[in-house]
């Protein structure tokens, strides 16, 4: 299973922009989804996720501002970012709770994207 992030980049303070991360790979189903960012210097900290039935959860500082989404017939997991500071600057990770593999033997496992970089300037 491979997770890939993408949709990062630089934006004026204010501005907004789109992250995606597609699964691929021997899926059998996706659990719950994940958006994470590690900043310069700091621990990497949970943004938002979202469950397979749709129940999301959001850190404090992204709340109101950031929504997290998933297309499931896609393996696509979204996280559009409005409203953004230069506080949100971080490499941006997806995460996926993957059950993968052969019909007759399958894991769970715990997948990272290589992380896409979001830059907002003041």
């Known amino acids: 299973v491979q997770l890939q992030a993408f949709g990062g980049g630089l934006v004026q303070g204010g501005g907004s922009l789109r992250l995606s991360c597609a699964a691929s790979g021997m899926i059998f189903h996706i659990n719950a989804v994940g958006w994470y960012r590690q900043a310069p210097g700091k621990q990497r900290e949970l943004v938002a996720t979202i469950t397979s039935s749709g129940s999301t959860n959001y850190a404090g500082s992204v709340k109101g501002r950031f929504t997290i989404s998933r297309d499931n017939a896609k393996n696509t997991m979204y996280l559009q970012m409005n409203s953004l500071k230069p506080e949100d600057t971080a490499v941006y990770y997806c995460?996926?709770?993957?059950?993968?593999?052969?019909?007759?033997?399958?894991?769970?496992?715990?997948?990272w994207g290589q992380g896409t970089l979001v830059t907002v300037s003041s």
């Open positions: 995460n996926a709770q993957v059950v993968a593999g052969t019909i007759n033997d399958r894991s769970l496992g715990d997948y």
